[in-house]
């Protein structure tokens, strides 16, 4: 597990920091992740509806596990306001041992 390969960033967009925040703290509660940071006004554009949109959001990113990711995954599309929740996950190549050992320990059941 030290080389991280277990481990993963997970990148979603809320469209309001009260929303962020809700997010960040039902997936943290629930031991879905061991952390999320949340960066608070970006600006998105992208293609929805055939249209451009242009809209403020925040940025979660989400440390979690390879084995909690389907279940973190499944609460946000619950639990989102957004029609198609952005979650793209990215794998954890390395990082220092003590960050990953409290990374698994605060995702652990």
């Known amino acids: ?14 469209g309001s ?7 960040a703290k039902s997936l ?12 608070p006004k970006i600006r998105s554009f992208y293609r ?4 451009v949109q242009d809209d403020a959001e925040v940025l979660l990113i989400i440390k979690t596990t390879q084995e909690k990711l389907q279940a973190l995954t499944d609460l946000l599309a619950e639990i989102h306001s957004y029609d198609v929740p952005e979650v793209l996950a990215i794998e954890v190549d390395q990082g220092s041992a003590s960050y990953l050992e409290w990374l698994a320990e605060s995702c652990a059941d």
């Open 1 to 14: 597990m030290k080389d991280g390969r277990a481990f993963r960033i997970v990148l979603s967009t809320a």
């Open 17 to 23: 920091e009260e929303e962020g925040t809700l997010l």
């Open 28 to 39: 943290v509660e629930r031991k879905l992740c061991a952390c999320v940071n949340m960066v």
């Open 48 to 51: 929805w509806e055939g249209a």
